[in-house]
């Protein structure tokens, strides 16, 4: 039996700075496809020298334009990687012996390790963050409503060992705007799904959550840059259901 054939999968916007890496690092896969969301910077013109096939279509959500990108690919084999990810060559040989040998499950999780403030955190909520990225697509799709997305596969599903390294944020500044963006989505979602604000859960949960991270699980272990993943993680606790609180200031559920 020949081996498996592999598509590379990502969606892109404004990813100048980081799409170039991200392609470099599955170039051995047998298709790398990019579906552009509208950038306005040079990702497009990068990701063709990388050579990726770039398919154009508008924005219409993570969820959305991923399993867009799924049906793009010219293989069921897919890989869907993040343009701040990286496949290591110990994950891509690991990835290239599957191929080879026969896939035995419908899916694959991979332990995500993020690099932050000079190092690779192994510890807090962040490690192993498992990560379902290698699947049939013809038994698997994204799913999710306005954060983590993630992939839901019709069958069995095993881990492989190799890490996929994550460069998620360029400074502080760029983490704090992501834990505001995503704390008023994750607000959004839990409203939508019924669930009542309140005052109290935005100051009784950030401390649990930031025992559990330091302590618990170790971010003591790695330095200055596990207090800090330990801290920001409880400050997204706090501002989700305080924004959740204030939703139900704003809009309360008919009834109530």
């Not at 598509?7 to 991200?22: F, G, N």
């Not at 293989?75 to 110990?90: G, T």
């Not at 955190?121 to 699947?135: E, I, K």
Request: net charge positive; hydrophobic share 40%; aromatic share 12%.
């Amino acid at each position: 039996m020949p081996p498996a054939r592999i598509s590379a999968v990502l969606i892109a916007r404004d990813e100048e700075k980081r799409i170039a890496a991200a392609l470099e690092s599955v170039s051995w896969a047998d298709e790398i496809v990019v579906v552009d969301g509208g950038s306005r910077d040079g990702t497009r013109e990068l990701a063709r020298a990388a050579g990726a096939r770039v398919v154009e279509r508008e924005w219409t959500g993570f969820v959305d334009q991923k399993n867009f990108a799924l049906e793009q690919a010219a293989h069921d084999w897919v890989l869907s990687l993040d343009a701040d990810e990286r496949v290591p060559p110990k994950l891509a040989d690991e990835i290239r012996a599957l191929a080879k040998g026969g896939f035995r499950a419908c899916g694959y999780r991979v332990p995500r390790v993020a690099f932050y403030l000079g190092r690779f955190v192994r510890s807090t909520d962040w490690y192993p963050d498992w990560q379902l990225r290698l699947f049939d697509r013809r038994r698997g799709r994204w799913c999710g409503m306005y954060v983590h997305e993630s992939v839901r596969v019709d069958g069995p599903i095993e881990k492989l060992g190799g890490e996929l390294h994550h460069y998620p944020y360029e400074n502080l500044a760029a983490h704090w705007e992501t834990i505001n963006r995503y704390s008023g989505l994750a607000a959004a979602e839990m409203r939508e799904s019924g669930r009542r604000g309140r005052l109290a859960p935005a100051f009784l949960h950030p401390p649990v959550v930031f025992f559990k991270n330091y302590v618990l699980k170790a971010g003591f272990k790695d330095g200055s840059a596990g207090l800090v993943v330990s801290s920001l993680n409880a400050a997204y606790v706090f501002l989700k259901y305080l924004k959740l609180w204030e939703l139900e200031r704003s809009f309360p559920i008919e009834g109530s």
